[in-house]
């Protein structure tokens, strides 16, 4: 009974026993009772993955689970094994960015409805990575078998699919295999944009930019490049990605670690001011509020959809636009079963909405609209794989939140 309920996603328990809610909610994961995310993240998360993660005794859970649904020890137990293989396994999880998540989603039911109709059904979720309640990466390290992922895998940045635990899991062993060899167009190709362990697939990047604030600037140097924004002229006048949880970008404070060491990172907190949603930069950029700052580090959607500009400058630094990438994982058993879901999501047609969206993909079909000037900033796939990102990023981030906080300066 307990390896049958362990093995089920949590919107499953829950569609089947509706009174587990109660349980749910008693044990501190009344998160779960909100239907929408019981919708997204319920439908691939298993109660195995909730219940490591938030260190709840699986054999005590599952017998209260039991007894909530109203099982008898025996009987209810073989019914719900009997359902269990085959059932729950997610096929498709994309965390998306905002400005992709609705456009890649309507064409993905299109290419479902062109399926034949004796296709193997594709059960997916697609989300957008903004979603507040629920962070799907909190669970990433406590996964312990191949079985409680989903075949394929879509997530913007670096995240915990690229932590040291999830990859010598998973990644190391070669669970997870690249699916294209095309690298882009002219500007793309020598980037080395293609994982060469072949267990990394980049769809395509989000590309942060400058945006400069000239009335909130002042008399002060236009920043150009990554550098100048640690200028001492720069203090408390910079905004960068931050979410309400109190983290920050995690792509440009790796950057700046590996382009200017740690001293950089805590310049960057000296000038940071905001750790905002580029949401928020738009509103404020050109605005004349106090609050505004006088540079916005975002993605280069977000900074061609400011509206007032008459004071605003785009700057494409000089050493080139940061390079987050969009990457996919796919399972290396499953590639053949899912090869028309795969060659979708690497096709011309989801390319060409990433590239729309200020999103240059790696298709070779597609023209991406940059500059022929054009020149970028990644961090490359050999410092990826070379650093323990997880505690790398912990300690880089201490460092700026304190710089930030004004400690120790």
């Known amino acids: 009974m307990e390896s049958a309920f362990l093995d089920m996603t949590i919107g499953r328990i829950v569609a089947e026993h509706p009174a587990a809610l109660a349980l749910f909610e008693a044990n501190g994961l009344g998160v779960f009772a909100d239907p929408e995310v019981r919708e997204s993240f319920g439908t691939v998360v298993r109660l195995r ?102 075949d394929i895998i879509v997530t913007p940045g670096f995240n915990g699919f690229f932590h040291r635990g999830f990859v010598e899991r998973f990644i190391k062993p070669g669970d997870f295999e690249a699916v294209i060899d095309f690298a882009g ?9 293609l994982d060469p362990e072949r267990h990394y697939t980049m769809l395509c990047m989000n590309l942060l930019v400058l945006v400069v604030d000239k009335g909130r600037l002042g008399g002060r140097p236009v920043p150009r490049r990554w550098r100048d924004l640690l200028a001492p ?65 975002m993605p280069l959607f977000f900074a061609n959809a400011i509206r007032n500009r008459d004071d605003v400058e785009i700057v494409w630094p000089g050493d080139g636009a940061l390079v987050s ?35 240059p993909a790696l298709h070779p079909e597609v023209d991406n609209g940059i500059p022929a000037e054009a020149t970028f900033f990644w961090i490359g796939w050999e410092f990826v794989k070379e650093h323990d990102i997880e505690a790398l990023l912990a300690e880089i981030d201490a460092e700026f939140r304190r710089a930030f906080r004004g400690e120790g300066a």
């Open 49 to 150: 993955s909730v219940l490591r993660e938030r260190r709840i005794d699986p054999q005590a859970f599952c017998r209260n689970l039991a007894e909530t649904a109203g099982m008898a020890e025996g009987g209810g137990a073989r019914a719900v094994e009997e359902t269990l293989p085959g059932a729950g396994t997610v096929n498709l999880f994309a965390l998306l960015p905002c400005p992709l998540k609705v456009p890649v989603e309507e064409a993905f039911h299109r290419f479902l409805r062109g399926r034949p109709a004796d296709a193997r059904p594709i059960t997916f979720c697609i989300e957008g990575n903004a979603n507040n309640q629920v962070d799907y990466y909190d669970y990433v390290a406590h996964f312990e078998t191949i079985g409680e992922l989903p």
């Open 185 to 193: 167009d002219r500007h793309l190709a020598a980037l080395g944009v």
């Open 325 to 359: 990438p969009v990457t996919m994982l796919v399972k290396r058993d499953r590639r053949e079963e899912l090869a028309d879901v795969v060659r979708f999501l690497t096709g011309p047609e989801v390319a060409r909405i990433c590239a729309g969206a200020f999103f």
């Open 233 to 297: 002229e720069l203090e408390k006048s910079v905004a960068i990605r931050g979410n309400r949880d109190g983290s920050f970008c995690e792509t440009l404070l790796l950057a700046v670690h590996k382009a200017f060491g740690m001293e950089g990172v805590r310049q960057l907190g000296r000038s940071t001011r905001h750790g905002w949603h580029p949401s928020q930069m738009v509103k404020a950029a050109g605005s004349g509020r106090d609050d505004a700052p006088a540079v916005s580090v």
